[in-house]
């Protein structure tokens, strides 16, 4: 069992950056791959990106590759999830998530474990 809490989301403007992060609890956050997935009003939650267990291995949506880039600390069981260049599309609130596979950290419905979600909202 592990616990995931978000925070570091807030209200920027179009171009700013923005760093989230997500502090796991319980079993360490080494022995899970970590993704974050976003979800705006009146969509369906959408995968943005996922780390595995060393930290080695990313994977990226293509709406947030080369703008959002994820990296872990082990060593203080939290991911991280650094955002630049916002856009207004980028608002919602996002979440992160863990699972033993890579594969199934992706998908939303696969993922065993959510942290409660932190807002960002990108004002033009």
């Known amino acids: 069992q592990v616990q995931l809490v978000e925070s570091g989301g807030g209200l920027v403007q179009v171009g700013d950056s923005l760093r989230l992060s997500c502090a796991a609890s319980?079993?360490?956050?080494?022995?899970?791959?970590v993704a974050w997935f976003r979800q705006a009003p009146g969509k369906e939650r959408e995968f943005v990106g996922a780390i595995s267990r060393s930290g080695i291995g990313t994977a990226y949506a293509d709406s947030v590759k080369g703008r959002f880039t994820i990296s872990r600390d082990n060593a203080k069981n939290t991911v991280y999830l650094q955002m630049n260049s916002l856009k207004p599309e980028d608002t919602a609130v996002y979440y992160c998530?863990?699972?033993?596979?890579?594969?199934?950290?992706?998908?939303?419905?696969?993922?065993?474990?959510w942290g409660q979600g932190t807002q960002v909202t990108v004002s033009s």
């Open positions: 319980g079993r360490t956050s080494g022995s899970y791959v």
């Open positions: 998530a863990a699972d033993y596979s890579f594969t199934k950290a992706t998908i939303p419905s696969e993922c065993d474990y």
